[in-house]
């Protein structure tokens, strides 16, 4: 390594970030710059450890102590070429990736561990700077069409590594502009939708095309694919929510969190609006039902908005501060995570279940009615596996809005999915083999949530690459010609 006993001399360290009283008033990204000090220094507590378990806690497999050494060289053009291999969006995972790998770092036994994902988010963000980032054309054709439905994070990483195999690449979206989840989903101040549209504009001037507004199995027919394009990719996501059946729940002021940060971010991009509807915050008091980084994302949407108040609520009894004997390393952690978000303003209620939507007498939400739980433990595996409502520990909380961030079940079933007959596992997600992402129509790929259910953004990269591999193994197969 560039430093081997870096991890020794330098502690772990972040960059600042704006105040909350300022931050609140805007959108934009308030995280400061890291200074090239910080990156070496950070990049030197990187370990000569023998086994790199941050490589194996990173699903795209990163090859991290390789960049930190070219970063702690200050060999940015080395530490690009090395992340670039594994990974096509590092401008996304460095902003929004929960960093598993950090949870896998040696160094994390007993220190901090090394600030991955920061490094990482540099890495990329000098690469543009310095005009690393080119469009990358590929040299020879195979003339085969592909279309991939869907423009989320495993929409564009096939098409990403499909485009680079030398096939025509057409991606499908239904909404105005392209990015899925990466656009619409994550509020700006996590992820500036410049940040997105600069991929997207790379990807275009490196041959991928975008037809936007265009929903297939609506606007473009089944037939039509099968008859312009020689394999089709679904990463059309898992969009269907969580929903939650309690008396009142026909209430005027109850919404899923994704209606709510989808209109957002039309609202902060000058989009015109999805829904009709208009979901604000401002003045209310607002009730987030759902503990996960949606629900987060509802809670510094709400506080920009000018909400009242805005509490979050968790069915889950409160996570350990640090790691237990149910989660030892290398494991990620599943600790007591507080988000810049709920750094500003939140009160957080843990161990809870909605029992009640309480209405005035013109059916708008007023309140919540709620119950703790009791919460008990599975004996072999220290977890949690069932619980019991506390007798006489009903309370009322007052709101006007509430927002539903319980997670999302699976995909949408209706048009697309029914018209191709592709099949779907008990769980409501395609079925697509584990190493193949066929499904069980000839030439039609899964991948991204849509197949594996919900996860991560980094994830949907690692599964919209593989896919794009069988799809190109299978288009330059005897089966196909």
């Known amino acids: 390594m560039g430093r081997k ?84 969006f590092p401008e996304f995972t460095g902003r929004i990736c929960p960093a598993p790998c950090e949870g896998s770092c040696v160094l994390g036994i007993n220190e901090k561990p090394v600030t991955i994902e920061e490094i990482e988010k540099n890495i990329i963000e000098i690469a543009f700077k310095e005009g690393f980032v080119k469009p990358n054309q590929p040299k020879i054709q195979t003339g085969y069409k592909v279309a991939v439905i869907g423009s989320g994070p495993a929409g564009l990483a096939a098409a990403d590594q499909l485009n680079k195999a030398g096939h025509a690449v057409t991606v499908f979206e239904r909404d105005a502009v392209a990015g899925g989840l990466l656009r619409y989903g994550i509020p700006d101040f996590k992820l500036e939708k410049s940040v997105v549209q600069r991929r997207v504009d790379l990807m275009e001037q490196s041959g991928v095309r975008f037809k936007l507004n265009h929903e297939v199995g609506k606007d473009v027919t089944v037939g039509h694919l099968f008859r312009h394009y020689r394999a089709v990719v679904l990463a059309v996501g898992s969009t269907i929510p969580r929903d939650l059946s309690v008396p009142g729940r026909d209430a005027k002021g109850i919404h899923f969190a994704m209606e709510f940060l989808k209109q957002s971010n039309e609202r902060v991009n000058g989009l015109a609006f999805t829904l009709k509807d208009e979901i604000l915050a401002t003045g209310k008091n607002v009730i987030v039902i759902g503990g996960g980084d949606t629900g987060s994302d509802c809670v510094g949407t709400s506080n920009r908005q000018g909400a009242k108040s805005v509490t979050q609520v968790e069915l889950m009894p409160m996570p350990p501060k640090e790691r237990d004997e149910t989660m030892p390393w290398p494991m990620y952690p599943m600790i007591l995570k507080t988000t810049t978000s709920h750094e500003e303003g939140v009160e957080r209620k843990y161990a809870v279940n909605t029992k009640e939507f309480l209405k005035d007498d013109k059916g708008n939400l007023k309140g919540i009615k709620f119950v703790e739980l009791e919460w008990s433990k599975n004996p072999e595996t220290g977890r949690y596996s069932s619980f019991v409502e506390k007798s006489g520990s009903e309370f009322v909380l007052d709101c006007e809005l509430v927002l539903f961030a319980m997670g999302f079940l699976h995909v949408q079933h209706k048009g697309l999915v029914e018209q191709l007959g592709v099949d779907i596992d008990p769980r409501g997600n395609l079925i697509g083999n584990t190493r193949e992402y066929k499904t069980n129509v000839k030439k039609v790929y899964s991948c991204g949530d849509a197949r594996r259910g919900q996860s991560l953004v980094v994830w949907a990269i690692n599964e919209g690459r593989e896919c794009a591999a069988k799809v190109h193994e299978y288009l330059m197969s005897e089966e196909n010609v």
């Open 5 to 88: 006993d870096g991890f020794m001399l330098f502690e772990r360290e972040v960059p600042g970030k704006e105040s909350v009283a300022e931050r609140i008033k805007h959108y934009k990204e308030f995280v400061d710059e890291t200074s090239p000090e910080m990156l070496e220094n950070q990049s030197a507590r990187c370990m000569d450890c023998g086994i790199p378990f941050c490589q194996s806690g990173c699903p795209l497999g990163n090859i991290i102590p390789e960049f930190n050494e070219a970063v702690h060289k200050k060999h940015w053009k080395k530490a690009y070429d090395i992340l670039s291999t594994t990974n096509n």
